[in-house]
């Protein structure tokens, strides 16, 4: 059986944990960025050991100080040009965090970022020139292939998700091979496939850093497709897998590391601070410290509540609503400029007052919009002991695919039954089409320890999807949906 502890008792115990700072903890100083350099500098009161990566959708680089603290507010300076702005702050109680985000569109080899220190406190980061701005084009994705009669397997289309690339397919379930064929090219071959209406304008452009695909058939007695991906240089592996027979999960590292050059020998070395536990998230730093935020502030009106009967049980259960994107990450753009982060957060706020309302301890990962990352919101879960965990999304494919709407409940391997109910309580009170429960390796539904879910609401880019979400009715029995149905879950199963 498992044991309640009270939300406040974890908020507290969570809190002090935080605020307990090292007593030996430099501090970090001063910071200048150099546009004509293209250089930043940056000083600390004792001697730091950098850790720097470069960091995808957005472009970033990001470097940790462990055994650092900022004695300010967090800093946000917008630069222009090339760099984008740079943001400094505290990552964790013992990791200040600089990030150097680049204007979307530029690229840079992060073979030729130096970190080098002039002295054990005092750091530079240089840049190299930019490789200028990347705009879509025809030339930057290519597809050479053309249908092939009696392939057992379908391409469809590409989409960016949180976590990398979701190739959709139909038919057969595609026999996938992987291959690293050289320093900045992975290839994914798809036995007996083809493709169906794909076109280079509907593949994604510069996500997680792949500057182009190249699609196209390779001569075999079978048809076989090939699907050819232009990566970072010195990426590490990339890995592709099949979804359940619904298409294919391309995930890429979670970063590319950058090396940092010791400060120079000339100058006594002092000890460095024992270095922190890697970075927890791949992202910027936060406005504050990772908290399961209290939903109350940002939660609409109250909608209307499913029935008592329906209720959770006694014993207070405790479930994760995370909404997506947030912030400076308006997720996917459908019809009319309609941003996914907008509908998620009126879905997923509604969400939460059912279920509080029905006796549930709710913890929303975001309750305003704000950007949060996908490790971030997993150690939110984790830290709460959750019972549950739903992220609600919405999908898109291409404006230039108004026809494809639909439902799609996705899990990972606990979240099965979870992720059934949850989708069948939704189309009873909904009408849309139904395209499915699958099981997909998103990052918060692979690394959260309680069964978990992610409920894509329809698609902004669908024609019928778009008009319902903007129907604040559709959007109140959406939420009524999903929440129903965990609460159904957890009577039966808590």
Do not use: C
């Not at 992975?186 to 209406?197: G, M, Y």
Request: glycine share 8%.
């Amino acid at each position: 059986m498992k044991q309640y502890r009270p939300l406040v008792s974890l908020i507290g115990m969570v809190g002090g944990l935080l605020l307990a700072l090292p007593a030996e903890a430099a501090q970090f100083r001063t910071w200048r960025f150099d546009p004509q350099q293209n250089r930043l500098e940056f000083s600390t009161d004792a001697a730091v050991q950098p850790r720097a990566q470069l960091l995808f959708n957005p472009t970033r680089i990001v470097v940790d100080l462990p055994g650092t603290t900022l004695q300010q507010r967090t800093i946000n300076q917008i630069v222009g040009g090339a760099v984008q702005s740079v943001r400094i702050g505290q990552f964790d109680a013992q990791t200040t965090r600089l990030v150097i985000e680049l204007a979307p569109g530029y690229t840079l080899n992060p073979d030729q970022v130096v970190v080098r220190g002039e002295t054990p406190q005092q750091w530079v980061v240089q840049l190299p020139p930019s490789q200028g701005r990347t705009a879509p084009s025809a030339s930057t994705n290519q597809v050479n292939a053309t249908p092939v009669a009696g392939a057992a397997t379908q391409v469809e289309g590409v989409r960016t998700t949180p976590d990398g690339f979701f190739i959709r397919t139909s038919g057969a379930s595609p026999n996938l091979t992987v291959k690293r064929v050289s320093d900045t090219q992975v290839v994914l071959q798809l036995e007996n496939a083809t493709v169906a209406a794909l076109t280079s304008q509907t593949l994604p452009t510069n996500g997680f850093g792949v500057t182009a695909w190249n699609i196209q058939p390779v001569s075999a007695a079978v048809p076989t497709l090939q699907i050819t991906l232009t990566v970072p240089a010195n990426s590490a592996d990339w890995q592709a897998s099949v979804s359940n027979g619904s298409g294919i999960v391309v995930l890429p590292p979670r970063e590319v590391a950058i090396a940092a050059v010791p400060a120079s020998s000339a100058v006594a070395p002092a000890q460095a601070p024992a270095a922190a536990s890697p970075p927890i998230a791949v992202q910027p730093p936060p406005q504050a410290p990772v908290v399961p935020p209290q939903p109350e502030p940002a939660i609409p009106a109250t909608p209307v509540v499913p029935p008592p009967s329906s209720g959770i049980p006694k014993q207070t259960v405790t479930i994760v609503i995370d909404p997506g994107h947030g912030g400076r990450d308006p997720g996917a753009i459908g019809v009319g400029g309609l941003r996914e982060k907008d509908v998620t957060s009126t879905i997923a706020y509604e969400v939460a007052r059912i279920l509080q309302q029905s006796g549930a301890q709710v913890i929303l990962t975001r309750s305003d919009d704000r950007e949060i990352g996908l490790e971030p919101r997993v150690q939110i879960a984790e830290q709460a002991n959750a019972d549950l965990f739903v992220s609600i999304h919405a999908n898109s494919i291409s404006l230039s695919r108004p026809e494809v709407n639909g439902l799609e409940t996705y899990y990972h391997s606990s979240g099965n039954r979870l992720a059934q109910v949850i989708h069948q309580s939704i189309l009873r009170l909904v009408t849309m089409p139904d395209r499915g429960v699958r099981q997909a390796r998103f990052h918060v539904l692979v690394n959260t320890s309680m069964p978990s879910v992610l409920v894509e609401t329809g698609f902004v880019t669908g024609a019928q999807d778009a008009r319902n979400f903007n129907d604040p009715a559709w959007r109140s029995r959406m939420a009524q949906g999903i929440a129903a149905g965990i609460m159904q879950y957890a009577q039966r199963s808590l």
